[in-house]
């Protein structure tokens, strides 16, 4: 196999890692400060590229650049609003209840999202072709294609990473949340609002959501209902094998499973297959590694 192709798997599997990491920080940052699996996290990843495409397509129908921007920013603020709604209404309620609740009302609203966005877009049991402005801008890398759309993907991803541990280690705010994904009493009494915590994380994880949301529909030019279930397994089990609770663990997770992909790819050379083998190296690993490969501590997380 040539280097050009390598090369090219390499970036594919770079753009990948990036999305993947983005839906395991969500579910790190849910569980970190509540100790929730929210299971309908990658249905509101879907639903914020579905979003997206419905301001385009209906209230945007110019495609001009200064309509798509501001078709980005509201979709980010409405994420981020639902977000704050889900965690204010129904998940706040269940904190002191039984786990299994909580995660039965996540599966729930998870299925509600899907099947609503599937009801109620036009057409939308079927795959709908995304606007991408730049989709046929690229150059040439070392003899390889690369797409300004993937390189875009790429530098976000790191822009949002380095400002989320900035955030997380540097301000305020971030070591609040630190505080209470350590010890929610604890942090109570020192004078921190809990409540006013859970709901800012919810809004990030969905703003990340977004992100990865709409990341995906441009790398792949389409929009699927049922996309979401498919990234949120991939980005929970990132998070589980990187361990749960762990930013970095999920980051690595994230460009782990991505790579295993790639790896499969070129081993097998029938696509089909990469999954499978990416899904049988993280069992494989969790069988060695319950704990993930950052294993979590008793006195940090998040």
């Not at 603020?77 to 039965?104: D, E, H, Q, T, W």
């Not at 949120?232 to 361990?243: D, K, L, N, P, T």
Request: glycine share 8%; net charge positive; hydrophobic share 55%.
């Amino acid at each position: 196999m040539s280097f050009e192709i390598l090369f090219q798997f390499f970036i594919n599997g770079l753009v990948l890692s990036f999305i993947y990491s983005l839906v395991a920080i969500g579910f790190t940052l849910y569980f970190g400060v509540i100790d929730i699996i929210k299971f309908s996290h990658g249905d509101f990843l879907m639903l914020s590229s579905f979003l997206f495409l419905a301001l385009i397509n209906f209230l945007f129908k110019d495609n001009g650049s200064i309509y798509y921007l501001s078709s980005l920013i509201l979709t980010f603020s409405a994420m981020a609003i639902i977000g704050f709604l889900i965690a204010k209404y129904l998940v706040y309620p269940f904190r002191n209840s039984n786990k299994i609740n909580s995660l039965l009302m996540t599966l729930m609203l998870g299925l509600f999202v899907r099947e609503a966005t599937r009801l109620i877009y036009p057409n939308g049991s079927n795959p709908q072709a995304f606007f991408n402005p730049i989709q046929n801008i690229s150059f040439d890398l070392l003899g390889v294609y690369l797409r300004l759309d993937s390189l875009l993907i790429i530098i976000f991803g790191l822009i949002i990473f380095l400002s989320l541990y900035f955030f997380i280690s540097k301000t305020k705010l971030g070591i609040s949340i630190r505080a209470v994904s350590q010890d929610q009493v604890t942090a109570s009494l020192m004078g921190i609002n809990t409540k006013r915590i859970i709901y800012i994380t919810f809004s990030l994880g969905a703003i990340l959501a977004c992100f990865a949301g709409i990341s995906n529909a441009i790398y792949y030019s389409e929009v699927n209902f049922s996309i979401g279930l498919w990234l949120g397994v991939i980005g929970f089990a990132s998070a589980v094998v990187g361990g749960l609770g762990s930013i970095w663990g999920a980051i690595i997770g994230g460009f782990l499973f991505a790579f295993l992909q790639m790896f499969g790819a070129i081993f097998f050379q029938v696509p089909a297959y990469k999954d499978v083998f990416a899904f049988f190296i993280i069992i494989v690993i969790m069988i060695i590694k319950p704990t993930g490969i950052i294993k979590e501590s008793a006195v940090k997380r998040v």
